[in-house]
């Protein structure tokens, strides 16, 4: 189980639920993005509250494996260039070795990713339902899937913030144009 967080812990499916007039498409209380150009936008995103402090981050998903899509996109606030803050919850491409994309966190454009998927060592983008998460704790990002530990990472710098003056996109990242195949709750 993934631990309680403090009052600032996000839910994917209350931002997607509470802000439904922006969705493209819904399946059965999911969001379900093609891959193509479908996303959601939130203005003034809640991502903008935490700061450099303590986070979770969670979602259900239901994900294909795009090979037009190096990276998979489940919500980013990234802005500009990609480089200049924010944060992207991600599938990674296949890199360093690894058989299958990889869940990742990038905060003010580093990436924090396990190779295989850690202790999960296998493919989450398999078109059956994950529940991911990613907390950050102090100095330290904790990466869950389907409730169990998948491994922790030391955050680089722990004063980088989540911040960034733009929206909070779902299913995609403004920057790369990386989106996401499947669905998202």
Same mark, same amino acid.
């Given at each position: 189980?993934?631990?309680?967080?403090?009052?600032k812990?996000?839910?994917?499916?209350l931002?997607?639920?509470?802000?439904?007039s922006?969705?493209?498409?819904?399946?059965l209380?999911?969001l379900?993005f093609?891959g193509?150009?479908d996303?959601?936008?939130?203005?003034?995103s809640?991502?903008?509250?935490i700061?450099?402090?303590d %986070?979770?981050?969670e979602?259900?998903?239901? /994900?294909?494996?795009?090979?037009?899509?190096?990276?998979? *996109?489940?919500l =980013?606030? &990234?802005?500009?260039n990609?480089?200049?803050g924010?944060?992207i919850?991600?599938?990674?491409?296949q890199?360093?070795?690894?058989?299958?994309?990889m869940?990742?966190?990038?905060l003010?454009a580093?990436n924090?990713? %396990?190779i295989?998927?850690?202790?999960?060592? /296998?493919n989450?983008?398999d078109n059956?339902?994950h529940h *991911?998460?990613? =907390?950050? &704790?102090?100095k330290q990002?904790?990466?869950?899937?389907?409730?169990?530990?998948?491994?922790?990472?030391?955050?680089k710098?722990?004063?980088n913030?989540v911040?960034?003056?733009?929206?909070?996109?779902?299913?995609?990242?403004r920057p790369?144009?990386?989106?996401?195949?499947g669905?998202?709750?």
């Amino acid at each position: 189980l993934i631990p309680l967080m403090n009052p600032k812990r996000i839910t994917i499916l209350l931002f997607a639920m509470t802000l439904l007039s922006s969705l493209h498409a819904q399946v059965l209380g999911s969001l379900f993005f093609t891959g193509e150009n479908d996303y959601v936008e939130i203005p003034n995103s809640p991502l903008n509250e935490i700061g450099s402090g303590d %986070f979770t981050i969670e979602a259900w998903i239901k /994900g294909k494996d795009n090979p037009d899509q190096f990276h998979q *996109v489940i919500l =980013s606030n &990234r802005g500009g260039n990609g480089f200049d803050g924010g944060i992207i919850f991600f599938f990674h491409g296949q890199w360093g070795g690894s058989e299958h994309k990889m869940l990742s966190l990038q905060l003010d454009a580093f990436n924090h990713i %396990f190779i295989n998927n850690g202790n999960f060592d /296998g493919n989450l983008l398999d078109n059956e339902c994950h529940h *991911v998460a990613v =907390s950050r &704790r102090g100095k330290q990002l904790s990466f869950y899937a389907d409730g169990a530990l998948l491994g922790t990472k030391a955050v680089k710098d722990p004063n980088n913030s989540v911040n960034f003056a733009g929206p909070l996109f779902i299913g995609r990242d403004r920057p790369s144009e990386m989106n996401f195949t499947g669905m998202v709750s």
